[in-house]
């Protein structure tokens, strides 16, 4: 035999009672109050009129942000490996990420280095095709491929964002084959900085000093050179006057003569 207890007469008397119009208000505020503070923290970010994010509206904002994990990394640390399973994509928000991928006879190609506001890791395939360091401390923001492919389904104007990105990203691809099909190692070197110059100034207004994370190797990798190679151009624009080496960095002296050197 069921014994209904003084407790369970107390739960049922709550729950027989009509809820009040204020208690309701009450009981929802912190919902409302975590979503605008959710979307609040989306419109702070420093990179989200450069990113993504930049096609949605205030309450898409909080909504993509309730899926979203910021993830911080020291130097060297991996965000992903190649032919490691795709599970999240990443929007950088600090720091510069270098893409490489490992050749079968173990050669290394660095495919490119990615600022803030970039996007990295999405992938038509289960696994990642290239591999993703961080080059000093980084930080992302993380969403799973699920989630974002889910909200890509129901979000047409991130779809369209989305296309115009990876229609930039397939236009540098062919701008690079045909610097290393085509141009001299200075050419490609002055390129190199014009190009990360134009990108620098996107993010931060930064013209003057272009900074430069990477190693010369990693230059030497991207640009289809070797150190050695990288290193002499690197003299001979400063000799020249075209550039001059400054700590973590150049300073371009005489951006027209480097954009002409570009584009040979």
Not at 109 to 124: E, Q, R, T
Not at 180 to 207: D, I, P, T
Request: glycine letters at 4%; charged letters at 25%.
């Amino acid at each position: 035999m069921f014994v209904v207890t003084g407790r369970q007469h107390e739960a049922e008397a709550i729950l027989a009672r009509p809820i009040s119009r204020c208690e309701i208000s009450s009981r929802v505020q912190p919902f409302r109050a975590a979503k605008y503070a959710a979307a609040k923290h989306c419109q702070n970010c420093p990179v989200q009129s450069l990113s993504l994010c930049n096609s949605l509206q205030h309450d898409e904002l909080a909504e993509l942000n309730s899926f979203v994990t910021d993830s911080h990394y020291k130097n060297h640390d991996i965000l992903f490996d190649q032919d490691t399973p795709a599970k999240w994509v990443h929007i950088v928000t600090e720091g510069v990420v270098r893409l490489h991928k490992t050749l079968a006879d173990g050669r290394r190609m660095v495919i490119g280095f990615a600022l803030p506001g970039d996007f990295l890791g999405f992938s038509d395939r289960d696994v990642h095709a290239t591999s993703a360091d961080a080059l000093g401390p980084v930080a992302t923001c993380r969403i799973s491929q699920e989630a974002f492919q889910n909200l890509l389904d129901v979000k047409p104007h991130l779809m369209r964002r989305l296309h115009t990105e990876l229609i930039h990203e397939f236009t540098l691809a062919q701008d690079r084959l045909m610097l290393l099909g085509r141009c001299s190692a200075k050419e490609r070197m002055a390129a190199f900085f014009v190009n990360l110059r134009n990108r620098w100034k996107r993010v931060n207004g930064q013209v003057a000093n272009v900074a430069l994370p990477m190693s010369r190797q990693d230059i030497a990798d991207f640009l289809g050179l070797t150190i050695e190679t990288v290193s002499r151009m690197i003299t001979t624009l400063a000799r020249e006057r075209v550039i001059v080496i400054v700590p973590d960095g150049i300073r371009i002296l005489d951006l027209p003569r480097l954009e002409a050197l570009a584009v040979g």
